[in-house]
């Protein structure tokens, strides 16, 4: 069963670069499948940022893509966000997901519980 | 980008009554593999979001029968045929056929 879990700060002050990491376990993502980062502001739907796949090729959601880096460790299992010149636009959770390129059911099937980050001075 | 848009967004519903929620697609979600990438994605309140109907009408692991998926192109449907209490929440359509992926705008269900 895979399983994945979110960590990194929960404030962010305007302007400076979210970071995030996803722990990837139940699977070793060097062997393959994309994996993604989604988000969600408070009250609102969801908005998909990025996918980055174990060979390390990536895509950005357009309206994001000049601030935002996705990346993987191998060694540790895990991939990571930045999310750089950060707003209170970009204060919401955020989720890492198995992305659905590849999986057997073309959609997200495994997903974290989320972090909330907030970003305020 | 491919607009996913739903209606609709909100669904008040009787205990053991039926529900369903439309979604549409700008283009259509037909891969040039054959497949159709849309999935309906359930979110609880205070849960992230869980898988319950994968290209247009399998349900995912552990999904009740009560819920089922039908449609094709760019109109589908998810149908709820006997609402439970443990339903409510936000259900969301969403397209992986294309990068950007895309979701609906969510549609609420509550009981009356």
């Known amino acids: 069963q895979v399983q994945l879990q979110e960590s990194g700060p929960g404030l962010v002050r305007p302007l400076e670069t979210l970071s995030l990491t996803c722990g990837v376990s139940g699977y070793s993502i060097s062997s393959g499948y994309h994996w993604a980062w989604i988000r969600q502001p408070p009250g609102k739907g969801l908005e998909w940022i990025a996918t980055?796949?174990?060979?390390?090729?990536?895509y950005y959601n357009p309206s994001l893509k000049s601030r935002v880096t996705i990346s993987l460790d191998t060694s540790k299992n895990q991939f990571s966000l930045k999310l750089t010149s950060v707003t209170a636009a970009d204060t919401a959770v955020y989720y890492c997901?198995?992305?659905?390129?590849?999986?057997?059911?073309?959609?997200?099937?495994?997903w974290g519980q989320g972090t909330l980050v907030t970003v305020s001075s | 980008d491919i607009v996913m848009t739903q209606t609709p967004l909100s669904s008040p519903v009787t205990l053991g009554q039926p529900a369903s929620i439309s979604c549409r697609s700008s283009?259509?979600?037909?891969?040039?593999?054959?497949?159709?990438?849309l999935s309906w994605l359930q979110q609880r309140p205070g849960q992230p979001p869980r898988l319950l109907i994968y290209?247009?009408?399998n349900r995912f692991s552990g999904v009740p029968d009560r819920f089922s998926g039908s449609g094709a192109g760019t109109d589908f449907t998810l149908k709820i045929s006997r609402v439970e209490a443990e339903d409510v929440g936000v259900y969301y359509c969403?397209?992986?056929?294309?990068?950007?992926?895309?979701f609906g705008q969510g549609t609420k269900v509550e009981i009356k």
């Open positions: 980055i796949y174990h060979s390390g090729s990536s």
């Open positions: 969403m397209q992986a056929t294309q990068f950007p992926r895309t």
């Open positions: 997901a198995r992305d659905p390129y590849s999986t057997s059911s073309g959609s997200f099937d495994y």
């Open positions: 283009q259509s979600l037909v891969h040039s593999d054959g497949n159709t990438y």
């Open positions: 290209r247009i009408s």
